[in-house]
């Protein structure tokens, strides 16, 4: 649970403290009698780093507030870049001034902690920000996290909202949920190894150039549009079966497709000005609304995608389509096909399969395409009878 804002039994320990505490850190100290141990015999076991005995968030900000979630009733030790300490959850330490400093937490026992929070607002579909859900906290100026091995296999919530943070590793985080990362665009680097219950993964606006999601089963929510890197490639393996909502838009530099077949339970699929070609077939039944704009799709296959009653939405103009097939698809009502290279019998084929729905009130763009045969015109007049808006080369 959340506890009030506190500071307490605030101490400086003094410069050598924090060094050794920062210095804690594998690898950033070695010792000759080390190198000579390991090398002194050639069947010597070579024992792996510890873990690092702390938390350590690096901020350059003049205040640092993060928050914590634990259960039960652990001991709580912060000590912050100035020497000064806290137990709170919640606690806020006031630097005077700006400047790179090392904060570090540490937790006994490290398997009471659930949330991590040092920045949230709620953006791009996450949770109503609140002491039950993860509270709302203007980012802390993170740029590096390390010991977060420590709570990898407890820990349920990360939240590090428009941090200029730049890696983060999850490796092992059994227990990792929801990963909250909305504009960190410095984030250039993520580690999603053996995160079997990861459902929620919000990467909108980062620094990604590879994502892999081979080892996250459980996936049901990807948030990756506008990625400020060169490249953008995405990793599934055999992911997809809970997958409900993909928004990877504004990827222009994208290098990889999407193995659509893998998400049957599939209801938006965001992928406009995504560098997409070829086929698009989708097969998920639960589809309500697909945005496909700006792509170089040539064909596209939904059919059965949209039952009846779904009134659901399919924008895939400013494509190369040459044939769209949206048979048994009664549920859709929101069609934008314009600005692609559909002759007439394939505009014809649209207008008559949208007209034998016999729906109302819809919405339908061909424009930038061939004009309509007379019969195909024909159609247009039905759909327009029953309230629907079709516009038409």
Request: hydrophobic letters at 35%; aromatic letters at 8%; proline letters at 5%.
């Amino acid at each position: 649970m959340r506890l009030p804002n506190r500071i307490s039994g605030i101490k400086f320990v003094g410069l050598l403290a924090i060094i050794i505490l920062v210095a804690s850190t594998p690898g950033c100290t070695s010792s000759d009698s080390d190198k000579n141990n390991s090398s002194s015999s050639p069947d010597a076991k070579v024992t792996p780093p510890a873990p690092e005995a702390n938390i350590t968030f690096v901020t350059t900000g003049s205040s640092f507030s993060p928050i914590i979630t634990v259960t039960g009733n652990p001991e709580i030790h912060w000590v912050f870049g100035d020497g000064s300490t806290s137990d709170s959850t919640s606690p806020t330490v006031n630097f005077g001034s700006k400047g790179t400093r090392a904060n570090t937490l540490v937790v006994t026992p490290w398997n009471a902690v659930t949330k991590i929070n040092i920045g949230y607002d709620g953006s791009d579909g996450g949770v109503t920000p609140g002491s039950s859900t993860i509270e709302n906290l203007k980012q802390q100026n993170v740029i590096a996290v390390t010991g977060l091995e420590n709570v990898a296999p407890y820990l349920q919530v990360w939240a590090s909202s428009l941090n200029p943070i730049t890696a983060l590793d999850f490796s092992n985080f059994t227990a990792l949920h929801t990963i909250e990362c909305f504009y960190c665009t410095s984030l250039a680097t993520i580690r999603l190894r053996n995160v079997p219950s990861l459902t929620r993964l919000c990467l909108e606006h980062c620094n990604i150039s590879y994502l892999d999601l081979s080892e996250a089963p459980s996936l049901a929510d990807l948030r990756g549009a506008s990625q400020g890197s060169s490249t953008y490639t995405i990793n599934w393996g055999t992911t997809g079966a809970h997958i409900w909502h993909i928004c990877v838009r504004d990827n222009p530099q994208m290098t990889s497709t999407f193995p659509v077949s893998q998400f049957p339970l599939l209801k938006d699929f965001y992928v406009w000005n995504g560098n997409q070609s070829g086929t698009l077939h989708l097969t998920s039944t639960n589809l309500k609304s697909v945005l496909l704009s700006s792509n170089h799709y040539n064909a596209a296959n939904l059919s059965g995608c949209f039952p009846a009653g779904r009134k659901g939405t399919l924008n895939i103009d400013n494509n190369n389509l040459t044939g769209l097939d949206i048979s048994s698809d009664p549920g859709l009502l929101y069609l934008n096909a314009s600005r692609n290279s559909l002759n007439q019998t394939a505009v014809d084929g649209i207008l008559q399969t949208l007209d034998s729905y016999n729906t109302n009130d819809g919405s339908l763009d061909l424009t930038g395409n061939a004009a309509p045969s007379i019969t195909g015109i024909s159609h247009a007049n039905n759909l327009t009878a029953r309230g629907w808006k079709v516009q038409r080369s």
